[in-house]
């Protein structure tokens, strides 16, 4: 049985950088496309990047291009979700999912997927 552990989270000022992990134990995350979600309280989970099974496409929402990037880390089977400079915005509880590989396609919908962490927290504030 898969399972998702997310690390990196932290209390951070505005113009930093922050790597958040999603970690994998018992098997290989290579296989699974994987996501990342943010929920911000009072609005819905948005899905802010996600990257393919095995040829790592990525996808990244409008709202967080220029400053978020989702890569494979497969020597520590992770992936990472790097996120620089922040915003205040930015604050929020982040969580990784893993779900069925969709060819070379990638999802940022939650329905989407059925492996989920329990959630790293980012708070953005000066």
């Known amino acids: 049985q898969l399972q998702l552990v997310e690390s990196g989270g932290d209390l951070v000022q505005p113009g930093e950088s922050l790597k958040l992990s999603c970690s994998s134990f018992?098997?290989?995350?290579?296989?699974?496309?994987v996501a990342w979600f943010r929920q911000v309280p009072g609005k819905e989970r948005e899905g802010v990047a996600c990257?393919?099974?095995?040829?790592?496409?990525?996808n990244l929402a409008d709202s967080v291009k220029g400053r978020f990037a989702i890569f494979r880390n497969n020597i520590k089977n992770t992936v990472d979700l790097m996120i620089s400079p922040l915003i205040p915005e930015d604050t929020g509880d982040y969580y990784c999912?893993?779900?069925?590989?969709?060819?070379?396609?990638?999802?940022?919908?939650?329905?989407?997927?059925?492996?989920w962490g329990q959630g790293t927290q980012v708070s953005v504030s000066s």
């Open positions: 018992g098997h290989t995350l290579d296989y699974y496309q």
């Open positions: 990257i393919s099974a095995r040829n790592s496409n990525i």
């Open positions: 999912a893993a779900g069925a590989p969709q060819g070379t396609y990638c999802s940022r919908r939650d329905d989407d997927f059925d492996i």
